[in-house]
């Protein structure tokens, strides 16, 4: 009897010695450490009036955020986000609007006229990206919202400076530099 659970303990040192089980081993690890450490809710930085505010309006605040298991830290998803290619397809009607110095203001609407949430035009609901300094409407984090906004029935429309640098066309139209805090063609 003593010789057949030597034999037993052999075979699982032989099958625990192999690589898949090694493997799955860290993996089973990994998916421990994601549970435990990952999920987080948001970190609100702002007064406490507003927090409560935003805690009453908007409940989506109080649950932990989820990462993807493969991607969990912000900074790595900031890296990784160029090297992945998918890009809705998105197809825009352009406005420009001249400014008093020369620019351009560059709105790219999606008007969804096949909104079926929202059939009159006006009453459906306007989400208004602002894509930062050197962001245009083809950035893939604004591809993405404006896809899952057009899936909610929304209309949508994108904000850019086009006598910056940021822009669809990628030149100046002035001889000066815009910095973030200049709002003088938004006013």
């Known amino acids: 009897m003593m010789g057949s659970s030597s034999s037993v303990l052999q075979d699982v040192c032989e099958y625990w010695g192999k690589p898949s089980s090694v493997l799955l081993g860290l993996g089973a690890l990994y998916i421990c450490f994601y549970w435990r450490w990952v999920p987080k809710r948001p970190l609100l930085v702002t007064g406490r009036h507003f927090a409560s505010f935003l805690e009453k309006n908007c409940p989506i605040i109080k649950e932990k955020y989820y990462p993807t298991l493969w991607c969990v830290e912000g900074h790595l998803q900031t890296l990784v986000r160029p ?15 001249q400014t ?23 009453s459906r609901p306007t989400v208004l990206i602002l894509p930062g300094i050197t962001g245009t409407s083809r950035e893939t984090y604004v591809l993405y919202i404006v896809q899952e906004a057009a899936v909610k029935g929304y209309r949508m429309l994108c904000y850019c400076i086009q006598n910056s640098s940021c822009c669809l066309s990628g030149h100046h139209s ?3 530099d815009i910095q973030k805090e200049w709002t003088d063609d938004r006013k």
Do not use: A, F, H
Not at 83 to 97: A, D, F, G, H, W
Not at 100 to 110: A, M, T
């Open 174 to 176: 002035l001889g000066v």
């Open 83 to 97: 090297l992945m290619k998918s890009r809705p397809r998105v197809t825009y009607r352009n406005e420009r609007i």
């Open 100 to 122: 008093p110095d020369g620019g351009q203001i560059s709105l790219d609407w999606l008007d969804n006229i096949c909104s079926q949430k929202y059939s009159d035009s006006s």
